[in-house]
Each structure stands twice: as structure tokens, then as C-alpha cells.
């Protein structure tokens, strides 16, 4: 075929099927495997027409709407959310929905998907016939009455409310999903079964659009995350007593409202900032960029109403209102925590959240000691971060943490020049359980209990400036479930630094990241017989001089190289020449 009946081809793909004798056969062989998935799966699959073409679905966030659309539920001890995951999984092994391109591995697997779009032509009509889900986008036709469970709304659908209400049976609705600008006729009381609002990276929402979300008695999962206008959460949030899943990463909301605590269902609370950009540090980022005089918190409130202006400025839907809000609820505290736009502020007596499995990311700087006793008390918490952890508090959270006898995933974060240092020291035993730690903050050294950690599998050290590099190096390599270690913006300090990876070392590693922003200072990295032998995929993030690398011969399973794009053409064929001579010949990829 040319280039044009190819083009065709993906833009007419139904058509295609049912007249192209070529493509029968395939058409018939997908349908087998959509008839053959058992019924649980059959639901899961129908499910992902929600979703715009070539999007990349997150795997939790999948499972979690499952989870909330009762799809799953928990069984013998393995909440509804991890049976979810699993079927997630199992429609990969199927071939049903395919890894995303950008997926990682990660300890449970991997963590995002795509559908291809013969699958998704024959899950759209299977869900259309079903009347599950109903999409309005460009080219829908007015005379089109949606009747199915779960509304889709595009970014290229541009009609009006009368429209939308002439579209829309509301009453049957139990999600809603929108893909681009809001716009406030999306949400309506009559939408009294709504389950789940999903508005991730929707533009144009602001906190009066939310005002009245506690009318929504039933909805299970709320997802504000990417909606950077959003600076505070209405009390109203208290009334929904069937919320499972609350996120709101990377909104402008620092403190969590009072009335949360009625949650008694809340599973995943998920806040705090700069999700996507957590490799580098917030002092680099922004502290150095900003006077001196705002850094000490003097004259606050000129400062403050000249940055609200200078945010709101071109912006005609924002209210009085949220201008307001602006200022008392996302500028002043942001102060008032020394900027540590990572964390929000949580109220007293978290602790009857007594369902929580996932509570992240929590600042614990203000309030540290009845923040800390309330998360002593989250005993089901099986993934939990932090931030303002310091001398006075670091101690006590250690041994709240060591409590969490279900905790599998544990990040702790201290920005500044202090840092963790001196915070985190002592003999803890962490529960067998955690899998995956993070560290971000000043630590020089590794605290002495990093050693016990036997069934670790994930690391990630960001700032800690750890100046004793073959000590850390040798400890690391002992953990014997250590498969993905990330060495990332100033985990090692020091003028000249070289990494020896011993014999013996690193049995279970499989990525390996050095992105220390090291450059010229980085010296050597080297690989001995034997060690790291599973090792897959080799990740620098900065600059790799020639003559760095040496012994890549020694790692047997390497299959991947991935350098970022810094390099001259010079520096790029000696690099290639190093790689070459690996029998192997891994492929070297820019990231």
C-alpha cells in the first residue's frame, strides 16, 4: 500500500474491516479474543473507549476507577485496587492493551498503557452497542441521545449547555471524564449516580466550579490532579462518604480542609506539587531564583498581591473570589512553609482515616509531632510520603513508620541546606514489607538502618550529597533485591567520583540511573566480573565524558543505553566506539 491508503486505512479502520477480505481474518481473530476474556475483563476492556486515542492510561489510575465503578472487589486480603492491577496485567498478557512507550518498570509491574486501534474499534463498538460509553467530541451529531453509564468529553467538542443538555441523558451518568477546557454545565444535580469525576489536566477549573461538590453523595473517585487553578477544597468535600480516591497533585491546594477527616472510606489521598519534575530539587528550582527578602518572609503581603496579580492578570474567567483565594490559600502558606510546595498541610486527627492505604505527600513541618502520631495510626498505610522532616521530627517518624507493618512504599523529603542530615540516624527495623524508598534531602551519609532493608527493590536518592561514595556503593550493592537504583541531582558530592561496582555486588539489579549532575567530576564508572548481572538498562541523565564507561563487557544481560541529548558528534563516536565493543551491542537510545 502507499503512504495514502495506509493514512486511509487508520482513519477508516471499521470501515476497512468489514470490506477489506484481507482484513477479515484479523477482525475475525480479535473478536475471538474479546470473546474468549472472561466476564470481569470483558467490563475492564469496554471501559477503555473513556479514554482519546494513542492516550497513555496510567495503571493506577485505572485501577482505581475500576475499583470505584465496583469492577473489582477485595478478596482475601488483597484490596479492590490491587485486584484491579491485576486485571490490568492480565489484559496485557492477553495482548488486549499494550505497555505505553513511555512505561517504566516498576515493582509491580508496568505502569501505564495503550490500546492499539484495531482493539480500540472493536471496543468502541462493543460499548456502543452496550450503551456503556457515550463520547462527545468534534463531528458528534446533535441528534444523538448519549443514554450510556460513562460520559467522555473532549477537548474538540465546543457546543452549549442547551446542547449539551439535549445530548445527555444526565440521569444515568455514573462517570464523567473531560479532556480539555471546562466548562461549568459538565457537572449537573441530576447526576445523582456519578461515581467517579475524573478532570486530570483539565483547563479553565477554578475552586467556584467546585464550591458544591458535596452534592455529589455517591461519587467514590475525584481526580483534580493537573488543574493548577485549583488553590483550596470546598468543606462541602466532608459529605462524600463513599470517596475512595481523592487526587490533587500538581494543584495550587497547601492545606487539606477540616471536614476531611469523614472520609471513614478514603483508600488514596494523593497531594502535593511538581509530581512530574521530582528529579530536581525545589531549592535549585526555585529558591535560588527568587529575593532574598521573600526567602525570609518579610513584607509578605506586597509581594504576595503583586504575584496574584501578575498570575491573574490575563486571565478574565478568574473570580474576585479566586483571587482571594489565591492569596490566603496557596501564596501565604506557601510562605509560611518556607516554600515547600511539595507537601500539603493535613488536619488534626487523621488518624480516624482508618482506611487510608496510600497518604502522600504530607508536610509535616509545622505540626510534626500530632501529624506524626496520627500517621502512627494509619496501620492499613501501604504507601506513604513525606515532607519538613528535620532534627526535631525526624526521629519520631522513623519510629512511626517502623509501626506500618503493611508499608510498601515509603518517600521522605527535607528541601534546604539542612536537609535530612542528622534526621533519619538510629537502629530501625522497617517493616519486610517496603519495596520502595525514597530519599530526597541533604544526608551526607546513608542512614545505618538502609542495610536491613533485605526485601528492597527500588531505590531513588535525590540531593543527598553523599560524600563516601565506595561505602554507599558497597552497602547498595548488598541489598539482594535491589532491581532499580536512581542516583539522581546531587546524590553524590565530591570533587573527583568514581564508582566501582564489585564482584558479587548488585545480583538482582536490572536499571540502573546516574543522573548526579556530576559531568566532569564524574571519573570513572566501572563494572567488574560479576557484578550486576541482571543488569538491563543503563540511564545517564547527564553528560558522560569518553573514557568514563569501562568494563561494560562484564554485564551480561545489558540491553539498553539511554543518554540524554548533550553530546557533540565527536563525543557521540567515542561513546559509540566504547559501546561497540561490547559483543552484545546494546542499543543506545536518546531520552
Known amino acids: 500500500k502507499t503512504a495514502v491508503e495506509w493514512r486511509k486505512l487508520n482513519e477508516h479502520i471499521s470501515a476497512e474491516l468489514e470490506m477489506n477480505p484481507e482484513l477479515g481474518t484479523i477482525r475475525t481473530i480479535l473478536m475471538r479474543s474479546y470473546d474468549g476474556l472472561p466476564y470481569h475483563l470483558k467490563s475492564c476492556f469496554l471501559y477503555l473507549p ?17 475499583s470505584a465503578e465496583g469492577y473489582s472487589r477485595e478478596v482475601h486480603g488483597r484490596s479492590a485496587e490491587e485486584i484491579a492491577g491485576s486485571y490490568f496485567m492480565e489484559l496485557i498478557s492477553r495482548s488486549m492493551i499494550l505497555p505505553s512507550q513511555q512505561s517504566i518498570r516498576s515493582t509491580k509491574g508496568i505502569d501505564a498503557c495503550q490500546v492499539h486501534d484495531l482493539m480500540r474499534e472493536i471496543s468502541m463498538s462493543k460499548s456502543l452497542e452496550e450503551n456503556l460509553v457515550f463520547t462527545l ?7 444523538t441521545q448519549g443514554i450510556a453509564r460513562h460520559l467522555a468529553i473532549n477537548g474538540n467538542w465546543e457546543r452549549d449547555k442547551t446542547e449539551f443538555e439535549s445530548t445527555v441523558d444526565m440521569s444515568r451518568v455514573r462517570s464523567v471524564t473531560v479532556f480539555g477546557k471546562w466548562k461549568s454545565f459538565f457537572i449537573s444535580d441530576k447526576m445523582s449516580l456519578l461515581r467517579v469525576l475524573d478532570l486530570e489536566d483539565t483547563t479553565g477549573l477554578y475552586d467556584h466550579h467546585i464550591k458544591h461538590i458535596g452534592n455529589l453523595l455517591h461519587l467514590s473517585y475525584l481526580s483534580l490532579r493537573g488543574c493548577d487553578d485549583i488553590l ?7 459529605d462524600l462518604r463513599q470517596l475512595e480516591t481523592l487526587d490533587i497533585r500538581d494543584t495550587q491546594v497547601m ?27 525545589y531549592e535549585e528550582g526555585v529558591l535560588e531564583e527568587i529575593p532574598h527578602i521573600m ?3 518579610l513584607c509578605l503581603l506586597p509581594q504576595c498581591l503583586l504575584f496574584s496579580y501578575l ?4 486571565r478574565d474567567d478568574l473570580k474576585i473570589h479566586d483571587k482571594c483565594t489565591m492569596i490566603c490559600c496557596a501564596i501565604l502558606p506557601a510562605f509560611a512553609m518556607c516554600l515547600d510546595l511539595y507537601g500539603v498541610l493535613v488536619p488534626r486527627r487523621m488518624r480516624k482515616l482508618k482506611a487510608l492505604r496510600t497518604l502522600g505527600v504530607v508536610n509535616i513541618g509545622r505540626r510534626g509531632k500530632d501529624v506524626v502520631q496520627d500517621i502512627e495510626g494509619l496501620t492499613q498505610l501501604c504507601k506513604l510520603g513525606v515532607t519538613g522532616v528535620n532534627k526535631e521530627n ?13 508499608l510498601e512504599s515509603l518517600s521522605i523529603r527535607s528541601e534546604g541546606k539542612p536537609g535530612l542530615c542528622d534526621c533519619l540516624e538510629g537502629k530501625f527495623s522497617f517493616s519486610e514489607t517496603l519495596q520502595s524508598l525514597k530519599l530526597y534531602g541533604n544526608l551526607v551519609k546513608l542512614p545505618e538502618w538502609i542495610q536491613g532493608l533485605k526485601n528492597l527493590v527500588k531505590l531513588k536518592l535525590r540531593s543527598s550529597r553523599i560524600t563516601e561514595h565506595d561505602a554507599a556503593i558497597q552497602v547498595l550493592g548488598n541489598l539482594p533485591n535491589l532491581a532499580f537504583l536512581h542516583l539522581l541531582e546531587k546524590s553524590l558530592e565530591g570533587e573527583e567520583v568514581r564508582l566501582n561496582f564489585q564482584q558479587g555486588t548488585f545480583l538482582s539489579l536490572v536499571v540502573l540511573e546516574l543522573s548526579m549532575g556530576l559531568e566532569e567530576r564524574l571519573k570513572s564508572v566501572k563494572f567488574e566480573h560479576g557484578a550486576a ?14 573514557g568514563v564507561l569501562s568494563d561494560l563487557r562484564y554485564l551480561a544481560s545489558l540491553k539498553e543505553v539511554l543518554l540524554k541529548d548533550y553530546y557533540t558528534d565527536y563525543e557521540l563516536a567515542c561513546l559509540r566506539a566504547e559501546l561497540t565493543e561490547d559483543p552484545r551491542r546494546p542499543i543506545v537510545k536518546w531520552v
Open 533 to 546: 548481572r541482571k543488569l538491563e538498562v543503563l540511564k545517564f541523565g547527564t553528560r558522560i565524558y569518553s
Open 295 to 297: 526567602r525570609n518572609r
Open 232 to 238: 483550596h477544597l470546598p468543606d462541602s468535600l466532608g
Open 50 to 66: 473513556i479514554f482519546p486515542e494513542d492516550y497513555r492510561i496510567g495503571r493506577g489510575r485505572l485501577a482505581r476507577r475500576w
Open 255 to 281: 492545606m487539606l480542609p477540616n471536614t476531611i477527616i469523614k472520609l471513614r472510606k478514603l483508600q488514596y489521598l494523593r497531594a502535593g506539587g511538581n509530581s512530574t519534575n521530582e528529579n530536581v530539587s
Open 311 to 314: 498570575l491573574s492578570k490575563d
Open 394 to 406: 525526624g526521629q519520631e517518624l522513623c519510629s512511626a513508620v517502623v509501626g506500618l507493618r503493611r
Open 137 to 143: 467530541e468534534q463531528g458528534c451529531s446533535v441528534n
